[in-house]
């Protein structure tokens, strides 16, 4: 089982940008997904979350309203979209999805964001 993103780069302030994420090795579209971040010098922050059971939606407050996360069953395939992107945007973001039990205990390798002009 493994999750693999990719879609970081360098974008101005103000821009926008696709994340993926690729799943396998499990049945992707029965387990719930989310998206994470971690800046230089903090913390791991939760972006948003994708249910398995019903698909419900959250977000993280300091994201709510300029991301989106969804999924492509088919492909197994979780997105986030990222647009009014800030410098303050700026982490390493992961996937992550919980297979064995309540938490999140699959994560990705991480893609970098950066926001800058």
């Known amino acids: 089982v493994q999750l693999v993103e990719s879609g970081g780069g360098l974008v101005q302030p103000g821009g926008s940008l696709r994340l993926s994420c690729v799943a396998s090795g499990f049945t992707f579209s029965t387990y719930a997904m989310g998206w994470f971040r971690q800046a230089p010098g903090a913390g791991r922050e939760f972006m948003a979350a994708?249910?398995?059971?019903?698909?419900?939606?959250t977000y993280g407050d300091s994201v709510k309203g300029r991301f989106a996360i969804s999924r492509d069953n088919a492909n197994n395939i979780l997105y986030l979209q990222m647009n009014s992107l800030k410098p303050e945007d700026t982490a390493v973001y992961y996937c992550?999805?919980?297979?064995?039990?309540?938490?999140?205990?699959?994560w990705g390798q991480g893609t970098q964001v950066t926001v800058s002009s």
């Open positions: 994708l249910r398995g059971s019903d698909s419900r939606i």
């Open positions: 992550a999805a919980k297979i064995y039990g309540e938490r999140y205990d699959l």
